[in-house]
């Protein structure tokens, strides 16, 4: 019994589609992940933070949204994180305490802490948060840009007559979190 094989047709666009997915996707997945650096969750940063023992080498920042502390990153002091959302504090003082102590959290976001790694790896800072997903993001002139994703705490929307949608006048948005170890 004599097989038949058909083969699909040669055609210059479809040699041509193939070939240009295979330079661009390369390129973009490269492009796209070129200066990302990551986190890795640490017990012994988690306690350092905690016992107020955290390393003074590093410039300490942290990120409000309302009444609510979100996270608190210290950084190598040669790196760049001044922006609106990052605020500089002092470690040791006062306030660097109420931060660590009323650190935003809630159901299935409790609190957790983490050594920050640039993109070839190397350690360059720690971070304290309940906010499981960070994008850290290195700059050629030694900016950082770390972004908790936090939708839900971003709050209402200003319509354009500047009154709020859904504002605390209508309740719906709680003044004071509950806080799972902060009753």
């Not at 350092?48 to 410039?59: D, E, T, W």
């Not at 920050?116 to 997903?133: A, C, L, W």
């Not at 850290?136 to 939708?151: L, Q, S």
């Amino acid at each position: 019994m004599d097989v038949i094989r058909i083969k699909p047709p040669k055609s210059l666009i479809c040699r041509l589609l193939k070939a240009g997915a295979c330079i661009l996707l390369p390129a973009l997945i490269g492009g796209c992940m070129a200066n990302y650096g990551n986190y890795a969750r640490d017990s012994e940063v988690f306690d350092a933070f905690n016992n107020g023992q955290v390393p003074l080498n590093y410039q300490y920042y942290y990120y409000y949204s309302g009444s609510d502390y979100i996270a608190v990153i210290g950084v190598e002091k040669k790196y760049d994180v001044r922006s609106i959302m990052w605020h500089e504090v002092e470690a040791g003082s006062e306030k660097f305490k109420d931060l660590i102590k009323w650190i935003w959290e809630d159901y299935g976001y409790t609190r957790f802490a983490a050594r920050i790694n640039d993109p070839t790896g190397k350690q360059v800072g720690i971070m304290y948060t309940s906010i499981r997903e960070v994008a850290i993001k290195f700059t050629d002139d030694d900016k950082i840009e770390v972004m908790p994703h936090a939708p839900f705490l971003w709050g209402p929307e200003v319509n354009s007559s500047g009154r709020y949608f859904g504002g605390t006048d209508a309740n719906l948005f709680p003044s004071n979190r509950h806080r799972a170890s902060n009753p």
